[in-house]
């Protein structure tokens, strides 16, 4: 059974940093991408970022290029999300997920992802 938790969600001035963490447990970690996706009220979840199974091959989102980072740690099953320079249209749930299959390196949308966090609320006040 895959388990996808994500952490350290929280609210912060706007300019300010965040990073969120995600643990995937279950299998072998290494051995599959994983991403960030957020969901603000009122609008579809959308693809924040992505790294691949193989690293340190990344993705973003237009509108996060350039500050934000995701990485992942194998040994310790978990990936990361550094939010620089946030601002108030960051306000949304932040959602991790992973593929299904290994050794894929899917692309931005939801549909690729099959096992997803419960989410974690990161909100940037003005």
């Known amino acids: 059974q895959v388990h996808v938790v994500e952490r350290g969600g929280g609210l912060v001035q706007a300019g300010g940093s965040l990073r969120l963490s995600c643990e995937a447990t279950?299998?072998?970690?290494?051995?599959?991408?994983m991403g960030w996706f957020r969901q603000a009220p009122g609008k579809e979840r959308e693809f924040v970022a992505m790294?691949?199974?193989?690293?340190?091959?990344?993705d973003y989102a237009d509108s996060v290029k350039g500050r934000f980072t995701i990485s992942r740690d194998n040994a310790k099953n978990t990936v990361y999300l550094q939010m620089n320079s946030l601002k108030p249209e960051d306000t949304a749930v932040y959602y991790c997920?992973?593929?299904?299959?290994?050794?894929?390196?899917?692309?931005?949308?939801?549909?690729?992802?099959?096992?997803w966090g419960q989410g974690t609320q990161v909100t940037v006040s003005s």
């Open positions: 997920a992973t593929p299904r299959s290994a050794w894929i390196t899917p692309r931005s949308s939801p549909d690729e992802y099959h096992y």
């Open positions: 279950g299998r072998i970690f290494s051995n599959y991408a």
């Open positions: 790294v691949s199974w193989n690293g340190p091959g990344t």
